[in-house]
């Protein structure tokens, strides 16, 4: 196991609105040789690396140094898996005259794709593209960071945050870290990992009931704003006796606990 202070992550929750129901949302099956939550069901995202770091230094956010570099390595790791491409701008385009494009389509998102799977840095890519970050279009949702006593496979210190899906992108899975995605609702999704078909760890039941409370991507910025970011750090604790998981009341989840034996962890 890692230390207690857990390699920093990130990951995102990219919503696609419905006219007739509740949000979908971007869910990934873990391949089963991963080390960490084997095929499980995830949001996608990753570590946070010096890249990440060395790209947030030279660019201007205006957010703290690892508040910034979390939302790079989100930003990068979803494209790497998903090949989506959220917080991305395009530069100047000089067949609208100087005008901003805007927008960023299908194919350069997969362009930056291989480059990345091939071993580019993002900010290269993002150069060569002529393409700048937008991390305001990622909010911060939630900061989940296990407890020693959970003796985890790995410890993350993760960043949730949440983004619109880009509009004329296609997500498709990369086929090594995870093998299957799907859109679905926060409520179908756990519907259907209750029926059996689908595991979830402790952190992303959690968090798919919270995100269940919210009928569109506006109610789930609206649901974020309410509420602080604070690391959750789950603790055991003796109910009726039997040992539950728990976590703070205070930070907008309407589930705060679960029977022990029952919780799935990575």
Known sequence: ME???????????????????????????????MAFAAGALVFPGGGVDAHDHALAARIDHGLEQDEAAARIAAIRETIEESGLGVGLIGGLNGDLNGELAGAVDGPTVLSLRQGLLAGTMLGDLLDSHGLTLALDQLTPFARWHPAPFEKAIRVYDTRFYIARAPDAQEAVADATENVHLF?????????????????IIFPTRRNLERLALAGSHAEMIAHAAAHPVEKVRPWVEDRDGEQHLCIPDHLGYPVTSEPFWQVRRG
């Open 3 to 33: 230390d207690d202070a857990g390699r920093p992550a990130a990951t995102v929750v990219i919503v696609r609105d419905r006219p007739d129901g509740p949000p979908d949302i971007l869910m990934m099956e873990r391949a089963s040789t």
């Open 183 to 199: 859109w679905r609702s926060a409520t179908a999704t756990l519907a259907r990992c209750d029926a059996g078909d689908g595991r």
